[in-house]
Each structure stands twice: as C-alpha cells, then as structure tokens.
C-alpha cells in the first residue's frame, strides 16, 4: 500500500513540476527573440544596448550571439538566421545586390593595443612601420615585440594598410614572415594581446571598454585615442559601425534601431568608446 501511494505521490509531483515548468516557460516562448550579431568589435556595446532595451520593452528579448564578422552578419541577415547585423564596413558590389538596408549608426577609434607592462605610451608612424617590416623588433626594455596580425580580407586588415602609404608595403611584409601571430576574430585578436608577452596589435576602443580589457591603449602621433579627439578629427584612426537589416525589418527590429539611436541608445554608445552617427554627419 505504502509502495503504491509513493508510485501515485511521484507521478503527482512529477505531473505538477511539468505544469509549473510550462507556467514559467510560456511567458519566455511568448516574447519575441531579436536575433543580433557580426563583427565583434560591436557586441560589447550592443549586450549592453540590448539590456537596457529589453527593460523598456518587456516583449522582446535581445540575443546578440558570437563573432561572425561583418560578411557572416551580412550572408545571415540576407538568409534571416540574423534579425539585425553589426558590420565594420560598407557592402561590396555582391552584397549591395542583396537589397539589404545599411544603416552607419557609430564609429570608434582605431587604436594601437599592447599589453599594460609595455614600457611605451605611443608609436609615432614611422615606429609603426618599422615594427612591420621587422626593423624594429623590440621594446625599449629589450623585451621582443609580436604584432598580432588579422586575416588578409579583414577590416583591421584593410585600416591599417591606409595608416600611411608605407603601411601596405609593411602589413604585407608583416604576413608574409614565418611564425606570426594571427587573431582570426575581434575577440582571439584582443585576447592574444591580452596574453601574449610584448604584444602589439590594433583593436578598437569600444571593444576595450565595452569588454573591460586588461590592455595598454597607445597614443598615435602623440594623439590619444578619445570619443572627443575622433569627433573633432584631432584623432585620424576610424572604424566605421552600422546596422544591417531586411528592407523591411520587423516591428521589434525597427524598435531596436530607434532604441540606439535615441538619446538612450547614444549615451550608452558613448560610454563605451564610440562617436554616435547623429554627431559625425554618419547616415
């Protein structure tokens, strides 16, 4: 009798776990997911975004997935496994014959990034150089210097060839030397230069605030890399941010996009190291 009633007891119990799972799971399967994501060097900034969009607007909930870069994001928003991409750079001619919407909603300083025991505050141009060609290979404490390098086609890759004009001849001579550093992703790059003894790379200044990275910003030229330098283009370095969505995105994706571009969405931008597109003529 006592063996039956635990039998009966287990399967009540069992019956009233599932209808509270699914009491407390429909209001989460209700709400709509905006899907967001691509180039990492936007996700620090737009978790934070998300999170405060989602307090104002209960319904929707922002999932901002890993790096994919900007051409992932562009491909996944064209298939609509993306909602709303963040990309570091216009479309190509292909992409353009995609009919997506391309909206520049920030931009961040391009910055030059070491670890914080390098006894070094900047780089002039020429140091720069010297350091691709390998004609500079250490520290002033002696310590050797290991550039951490991006893909040939990546947006790092293609800003730091426009430094100067001797710095394309330089990245080249950089990539093709044996036993280089390569940061496949936004987030790999930041973290080998994070890790990596004498380390020296570029990132952007979103993605070291945003993430809380333990890493030495440089100065370039004697210029420190601030939001206010950028907007009164004191400071040069650039990477240009935007949002990609379908021609017609949906209700809660546009909420999104009024939602960073409000005085909510460019406050939050300017807290972690971007110029919003409303003070840089950007559209």
């Not at 209808?19 to 990492?40: F, M, N, S």
């Not at 790096?67 to 190509?92: E, H, Q, T, Y």
């Not at 001797?166 to 990539?175: F, Q, R, T, Y």
Request: glycine share 10%; proline share 6%.
């Amino acid at each position: 009798m006592s063996q039956r009633f635990r039998t009966i007891a287990s399967s009540l119990l069992l019956w009233v776990s599932v209808v509270i799972g699914i009491a407390i799971a429909r209001p989460a399967l209700a709400g709509e997911v905006l899907r967001i994501g691509g180039t990492g060097t936007a996700l620090g900034s737009m978790k934070l975004i998300g999170s405060e969009f989602e307090k104002s607007h209960p319904g929707i909930r922002c999932r901002v997935l890993p790096s994919m870069g900007s051409s992932g994001a562009i491909r996944a928003v064209a298939k609509g496994a993306l909602d709303i991409g963040l990309v570091s750079r216009p479309f190509n001619g292909e992409e353009f014959r995609l009919g997506l919407s391309l909206i520049e909603y920030a931009e961040t300083p391009f910055v030059l990034v070491t670890r914080n025991s390098i006894p070094v505050s900047g780089l002039s141009t020429s140091q720069i150089v010297k350091i691709y060609t390998g004609e500079m290979q250490a520290w002033p404490n002696g310590e050797r210097i290991r550039l951490i390098l991006r893909p040939a086609t990546e947006t790092d890759t293609f800003l730091a060839r426009r430094v100067s004009p001797e710095m394309g001849p330089a990245v080249d001579a950089a990539m093709s030397r044996q036993g280089m550093l390569m940061g496949l992703t936004d987030q790999d790059s930041i973290h080998m230069l994070e890790k990596t003894p004498g380390a020296l790379g570029f990132s952007t200044l979103t993605q070291v605030v945003a993430e809380k990275r333990r890493v030495k910003v440089l100065a370039f030229n004697g210029v420190y890399p601030t939001t206010k330098a950028l907007a009164a283009k004191v400071y040069p370095l650039a990477k240009k941010l935007y949002l990609v969505t379908k021609p017609r995105p949906s209700a809660a994706a546009q909420r999104f996009i009024d939602f960073v571009q409000s005085a909510q969405g460019r406050k939050i931008l300017e807290e972690t190291g971007n110029v919003p597109a409303s003070q840089t003529g950007g559209r």
